[in-house]
């Protein structure tokens, strides 16, 4: 069964600094995809970035980026010049791409706080 | 286009009684997934409808939980009797069908439910 763990409960930074969030996984596929999700206080969970790991490019959305190293089952999510509305509790998710199977696997959260 | 809604926001009831939980999909996505995060752990994947049709059951916890999906709309979560390790908030989740992998799953704001 795959398992995912985030190791950081919470963490906390200064507007405009750059924070890394870290997420490992475990599995014995070779085809899957990972993703992080972000939920703002009392907010929806939104997708911030996924990655197919036959892709060997990191993904990257404005702001967000993410360090995949698949030899070491590791998938960072990198968040730079943060902002005030980055604080959120992020979730990292794995998923098998098989039809009728696709549930996502998280991690236990990072609560990220954006400190003005 | 409207998003994943889900309904109620939150409900306290008492242990021993019935909730229902009622989500609706963005319209013309076929995959619904239902989740639950108990408070302080992971996300966890309780069970996943193709349209009308439980696909994966697997997450569900016991028979004191029953979803449906009738016509392959909105779907409903029940929990009857409800007990005190049910508190938490469900999560549902819909996605597009189309090549395995390629669906991103799309999150309602959860519904928290309080079992007193």
């Known amino acids: 069964a795959q398992t995912v763990t985030q190791s950081q409960p919470e963490m906390s930074v200064q507007e405009a600094e750059t924070v890394t969030l870290s997420c490992t996984y475990d599995?014995?596929?070779?085809?899957?995809?990972l993703f992080w999700y972000k939920q703002p206080p009392s907010r929806q969970m939104i997708l911030v970035i996924r990655?197919?790991?036959?892709?060997?490019q990191n993904a990257t959305e404005n702001r967000f980026s993410v360090n995949f190293q698949k030899a070491a089952k590791s998938f960072s999510l990198k968040i730079s010049d943060s902002q005030l509305g980055d604080t959120a509790m992020y979730f990292c998710a794995f998923m098998r791409p098989i039809q009728g199977a696709q549930k996502l696997v998280f991690g236990q959260g990072t609560r990220l706080t954006i400190n003005p | 286009e409207a998003g994943v809604t889900q309904f109620p926001s939150h409900s306290v009831i008492e242990k021993g009684q019935t909730v229902t939980l009622r989500c609706d999909p963005i319209?013309?996505?076929?995959?619904l997934y239902w989740y639950r995060r108990v408070m302080g752990k992971e996300i966890k994947f309780l069970l996943h409808?193709?349209?009308?049709?439980?696909?994966?059951e697997s997450g569900m916890p016991n028979n004191r939980f029953l979803a449906e999906r009738t016509g392959g709309t909105y779907s409903t979560l029940k929990v009857q009797p409800a007990e005190l390790e049910d508190s938490g908030v469900y999560f549902c989740?819909?996605?597009?069908?189309?090549?395995?992998?390629?669906?991103?799953?799309?999150f309602g704001p959860g519904t928290r439910l309080l079992v007193l």
């Open positions: 319209s013309g996505h076929d995959n």
């Open positions: 599995t014995s596929e070779n085809n899957y995809y």
């Open positions: 989740a819909s996605s597009q069908r189309g090549l395995a992998g390629d669906e991103t799953q799309y």
């Open positions: 990655q197919e790991a036959y892709k060997q």
């Open positions: 409808f193709v349209k009308e049709s439980k696909q994966d």
